[in-house]
């Protein structure tokens, strides 16, 4: 089977930065993804890693290490729109399976 | 707009009620699937349909019953549900199943189905 956990709640502050973080157990790995969800709206893709390393892409930026099965999504400057919950998600063995996605609240 | 549509958004059924739901995508992928989103749960996948096939079943209740008539279309048949089915529905295409990038899920807006 597949384990994969994140913090259920977050809170920071506008324009500060924070670190979500996703620990995964699976077995046939092939790559990790980063979903957003606002609110009552659909999961909107943010951002994939397969290799070890950072990904970065504006404010967002993903870290993998398939070594110690972690990853984390770190956002930077902060804006109340990016209070959402954070969804990470593993493709393994060919099915996509996510976690329970960490609900970040944003305060001015 | 991801490109993926489900209707109805809402619904609201009684228990001994049969009601479809419907998505649709035009983004010329192969894979589609059906996830149900529970308060305070993760992310659940029901079925996954490669090539109009159904590859997956993840020991989902009979009461649940998926079709896909063609790699654009995907729906949901309800019967006899029960008040713990109320959830959101989600629907999702893949350009592959789960190979790579082209396992980047895609998911329509989902449908709100209470079942009182």
């Known amino acids: 089977g597949q384990n994969i956990d994140q913090p259920t709640e977050m809170t920071a502050t506008e324009g500060a930065i924070v670190q979500i973080n996703c620990t995964y157990q699976t077995s046939g790995f092939n790559g990790l993804f980063w979903y957003q969800q606002h609110a009552g709206e659909a999961p909107t893709f943010l951002s994939y890693?397969?290799?070890?390393g950072l990904e970065e892409k504006g404010r967002f930026s993903s870290f993998l290490s398939r070594s110690k099965g972690y990853s984390y999504l770190l956002l930077k400057e902060l804006q109340m729109k990016d209070s959402a919950s954070y969804l990470c998600a593993c493709n393994a063995g060919n099915m996509l399976t996510f976690g329970g996605g960490t609900r970040l609240m944003v305060k001015p | 707009e991801t490109g993926v549509t489900q209707t109805p958004r809402h619904l609201v059924m009684g228990m001994t009620n049969k009601k479809s739901l419907k998505c649709e995508q035009h983004?010329?992928?192969?894979?589609m699937y059906w996830y149900k989103q529970s308060a305070k749960k993760p992310l659940e996948l029901m079925f996954v349909y490669n090539f109009k096939e159904q590859t997956e079943n993840n020991s989902v209740p009979s009461r649940f019953s998926p079709e896909c008539p063609n790699s654009s279309h995907l729906f949901l048949h309800l019967h006899t549900l029960q008040p713990e089915d109320s959830a959101l529905y989600l629907c999702a295409s893949s350009q592959d199943r789960a190979e790579g990038l082209g396992g980047q899920a895609f998911f329509g807006q989902g449908t709100r189905l209470t079942v009182v």
């Open positions: 983004l010329g992928h192969n894979a």
């Open positions: 890693n397969v290799l070890d």
